[in-house]
């Protein structure tokens, strides 16, 4: 079933956001502005919205290294994150954290982390001591993710215990420079959670309309009781850091991955089913303006002062 | 003379090793490709796939695997992209290959070298950042080597593929692109890695290693205008420690300064203060002084990262307090 005309432009507003939001980093790291490692979501909006739009206020989120897009689908102030992201004051952590270690629990996103893996474990035990709240801990990892032991501990503990905890795996083939194939013999990382009875779907990331529809039912199969394993397969559309090269992928590759760009096939998909497009050039105009404002908000916080480390 | 970079010198060691002896091999996360630096760039070309092996993000498995290659007469180097994933293959390390050929009645022997990188560069953050080797020399039956300059390195990781048991080299990833000349480096079997002077003075001695060796002589340079004679010790070897011209030297100046990049508390610097005051009690002057990392989470904000670390200014402010 379609969804309703109004939920599909909430899903393109998110979703442009990101993308705008991912290409202002993008300028920045060329420019030299951005400090330590960033890694891009280009090409992944669909499975952040998708996902996140199917959580509500009682949800908790974890992320990884790539996690700009979940905080900010998630409903973060765009300004605030941008402002993390260059090592300022009005980041959402005070400038502490960076691009990795994003965290707002204003908006219900607990975490990111430097090591792959690191925040899956998290997910389980907010999950538990959580559980009278109704609300579910969506945790996002790649698909290199499920070649770490943690991720084997995570699944089978959170299955054992029947934690109420959304696994959402973006896989985009890649864990660094690496393809999968070279990372494990098992393509797809919900084969996984079969064997640890963690019932599971796979959804094309390039569709947001079908990664909505699929984490809502693996929200509803949370809510009911125990774990999900939603893995969505997107198309990483920027390098492995910004600024990779990508020697180790050809030219007509990264070009063929263009085609499952999120963003350009739901604007298409909307424009199909008669949204004018008036319609959607306001909305991107409205994202555009605020990315924007955001861009001069950041850029002109203040750095934090040492003191900041003396808290709490 | 030809000049080399830290990171060539590594990658020269690591071929000549592996030219050397068939038994020695590589693994790890995308060393295939030269990993996030380019250490090991060219080495798959030149030794193919079975002894340049990259591995997915196990790092546990990876290293436990080495153990394993080890006890059966290989010669595994592991490289651990970032030192603060040590912790992640830190069982295997402290359980299985430092312990073996004790446990085994010296049946067995694990000459395994894990190399990895710590240290603060641009920004990498909390995660990326450590400088962890406390928790390794705290381990018997580990050695632990942290060149400072690229000569060094060439040496170290030599001698590491030479060695009986497992050996961590701690590189640093500020050093990467430094660059040192050449020296000619016939490999010397007798060579030890132990503290190397990197610059003579009557004043105070400053101990120090990896990447705060620059920041030591930058401190001795600026003090010197103050007619301040420092002289700098680069440990290198840091586990096992030989302190022997360390102390000649604070024989010589009666004060001494330690310094580290690594969080103080718990840090290297108490087991040289402690070492060097047993020995040299009564020659010191002054109390030794420690300085290294404040204790807290490394911060991602530029400015805020440079102010946890020791620098220059610092190692010179905390000379002229061991002078007073
Ligand atoms: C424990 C650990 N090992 C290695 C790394 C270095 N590293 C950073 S991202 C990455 C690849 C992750 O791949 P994947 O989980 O698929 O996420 P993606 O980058 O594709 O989004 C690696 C190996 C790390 N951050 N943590
Ligand atoms: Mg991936």
Redesign the pocket.
């Given at each position: 079933m379609a969804i309703r005309v109004e939920d599909g432009i909430a899903l393109y507003r998110a979703m442009f956001l990101i993308r705008r939001f991912e290409e202002t980093v993008a300028e920045w790291v060329r420019a030299g502005l951005v400090p330590g490692f960033v890694?891009l979501a280009i090409g992944?909006e669909g499975a952040a919205v998708g996902v996140v739009h199917a959580l509500d206020g009682r949800d908790v989120v974890f992320s990884?290294?790539?996690a700009h897009g979940h905080l900010l689908a998630r409903g973060a102030d765009p300004a605030r994150v941008l402002a993390e992201i260059l090592g300022r004051a009005e980041g959402v952590c005070r400038g502490l954290g960076g691009s990795m270690h994003l965290v707002d629990t204003a908006v219900g996103f607990w975490g990111a982390t430097?090591?792959?893996?690191?925040t899956i474990p998290l997910a389980l035990g907010a999950a538990w001591a959580r559980q009278a709240t109704g609300g579910v801990v969506a945790v996002f990892?790649?698909?290199?993710?499920?070649t770490?032991g943690i991720f084997h501990e995570s699944l089978n503990l959170a299955s054992l215990w029947r934690l109420p905890v959304l696994f959402c795996c973006?896989?985009?083939g890649?864990?660094?420079f690496t393809a999968r194939a070279e990372q494990s013999p098992v393509a797809y990382a919900r084969r996984f959670a079969e064997v640890y009875g963690i019932p599971s779907a796979g959804v094309d990331g390039s569709d947001v309309e079908a990664v909505f529809e699929a984490a809502r039912a693996a929200v509803a199969e949370v809510r009911a009781g125990g774990p999900y394993f939603l893995e969505v397969e997107v198309a990483?559309l920027s390098g492995?850091y910004e600024g990779d090269p990508q020697g180790y992928r050809s030219a007509e590759e990264q070009a063929r991955q263009w085609a499952r760009d999120p963003v350009r096939r739901w604007r298409d998909a909307l424009a199909e089913r008669g949204v004018a497009e008036e319609a959607l050039a306001a909305v991107e105009e409205e994202v555009a303006r605020q990315v924007e404002a955001a861009r001069e908000q950041a850029q002109k916080a203040p750095w934090p002062d040492l003191t900041v480390l003396n808290h709490g | 003379m030809a000049e080399w970079t830290y990171a060539e010198a590594i990658r020269q060691a690591l071929t000549d090793a592996m030219a050397e002896d068939d038994a020695v091999l590589l693994l790890g996360?995308?060393v295939a490709l030269g990993g996030?630096f380019g250490v090991t760039r060219g080495l798959r070309e030149r030794f193919g796939a079975g002894r340049v092996l990259n591995t997915p993000?196990s790092?546990a498995a990876i290293t436990g695997f080495a153990v394993g290659a080890a006890l059966a007469g290989r010669r595994p180097v592991v490289e651990i992209?970032?030192m603060d994933?040590i912790t992640?293959a830190l069982d295997m390390l402290a359980n299985q290959a430092a312990k073996l050929a004790l446990l085994s009645g010296f049946q067995q022997a694990v000459p395994l070298v894990v190399r990895t990188q710590a240290g603060i560069y641009h920004s990498a953050g909390a995660?990326?950042s450590q400088s962890l080797e406390a928790w390794l020399v705290h381990v018997p039956g580990l050695a632990v080597v942290a060149p400072g300059v690229a000569n060094d390195a060439y040496r170290a990781v030599r001698w590491a593929l030479r060695q009986p048991g497992p050996v961590v080299v701690m590189e640093h990833k500020g050093l990467y692109g430094r660059r040192q000349a050449r020296e000619a480096l016939e490999w010397d079997p007798q060579w030890r890695p132990g503290p190397q002077l990197r610059r003579p003075g009557r004043d105070a001695t400053v101990v120090t290693y990896s990447a705060m060796g620059e920041t030591a002589l930058a401190a001795a340079s600026a003090l010197e205008r103050d007619g301040i004679s420092v002289e700098v010790w680069d440990l290198l070897g840091l586990s096992p420690l030989n302190l022997e011209p360390v102390l000649e030297s604070v024989r010589r100046t009666h004060r001494v300064l330690i310094v580290h990049e690594a969080v103080v508390t718990g840090g290297l610097g108490a087991e040289l203060a402690a070492r060097l005051q047993s020995e040299v009690f009564d020659d010191l002057d002054a109390p030794i002084f420690r300085l290294g990392g404040r204790p807290v989470a490394i911060p991602f904000s530029p400015p805020l990262e440079r102010a946890v670390i020791p620098s220059a200014e610092a190692v010179a402010e905390a000379v002229r307090t061991v002078l007073a």
């Open positions: 890694h992944q990884g290294h790539r430097g090591v792959v893996g690191g990892f790649g698909d290199g993710a499920s770490t973006e896989n985009n890649y864990a660094e990483r492995h | 996360e995308d996030p993000i790092e992209m970032f994933f992640l995660q990326h």
